[in-house]
């Protein structure tokens, strides 16, 4: 007899979960008016009263219109270009996205000998990515080292807000840092050693 009624209790547990939601998937609530209580109930053996407000709401909400396709794609790394000759600075500035050259054949290139040339990209989120290993080339006749601006980033890659500095680790170990100004200058804090820009990113 025990062994009946615990039998029962639980199946008209079972059924009273079952209820709530109900089989069209709506849940009825009952929002009281007067303190604001709020309780659940099963529509089918239950009631508001009159001192209370019916509320339903459905347990999957509608489907919303499909959001609007991201313009923003993926791009292609842009390369930086070998100095212009004959262009140092402030001109280097009109050369967007070259190596900049100093007054007597210093300049700034790509580091070659295996490693990855330096670039610059724009990922989905809308990130600037610079990655590459940059070399000061020193003019042997003069010494001359080149300005330690490196190169110009084209409008739509620098930054809105203000300079960003980022700390590398130049070639020898050496700590160092590079600007990113927002007029698209990259400025190593060193103009004799090889400089890394991988890991460099900012939202503009």
């Not at 069209?24 to 009281?32: E, H, N, P, Q, T």
């Not at 794609?73 to 900049?100: M, N, Q, W, Y």
């Not at 190169?151 to 600007?179: I, S």
Request: hydrophobic content about 35%; glycine content about 10%; aromatic content about 10%.
């Amino acid at each position: 007899m025990v062994f009946f009624a615990a039998g029962l209790a639980l199946a008209a547990a079972t059924y009273a979960v079952a209820s709530i939601p109900a089989k069209d998937g709506k849940i009825i609530a009952c929002f009281k008016k007067s303190g604001g209580d709020l309780r659940v109930i099963d529509a089918a053996k239950q009631k508001c009263s009159k001192k209370e407000r019916k509320l339903t709401w459905n347990r999957v909400g509608r489907r919303g219109p499909a959001g609007p396709t991201p313009t923003l794609k993926p791009e292609a790394r842009h390369i930086v270009g070998s100095p212009v000759p004959g262009a140092p600075l402030p001109k280097c500035d009109t050369h967007i996205g070259t190596f900049c050259e100093g007054d007597y054949n210093g300049h700034w290139d790509h580091y070659a000998n295996g490693y990855a040339p330096v670039a610059y990209f724009k990922d989905r989120a809308g990130f600037v990515h610079l990655e590459g290993l940059a070399k000061a080339f020193v003019d042997p006749s003069t010494n001359s080292p080149p300005t330690k601006t490196m190169f110009y980033l084209p409008k739509g890659y620098r930054p809105l807000n203000g300079t960003r500095e980022f700390t590398v680790r130049a070639c020898g170990g050496e700590l160092n840092y590079v600007d990113i100004g927002t007029d698209g200058a990259v400025t190593a804090s060193t103009d004799r050693r090889c400089v890394p820009l991988d890991g460099i990113s900012f939202l503009r």
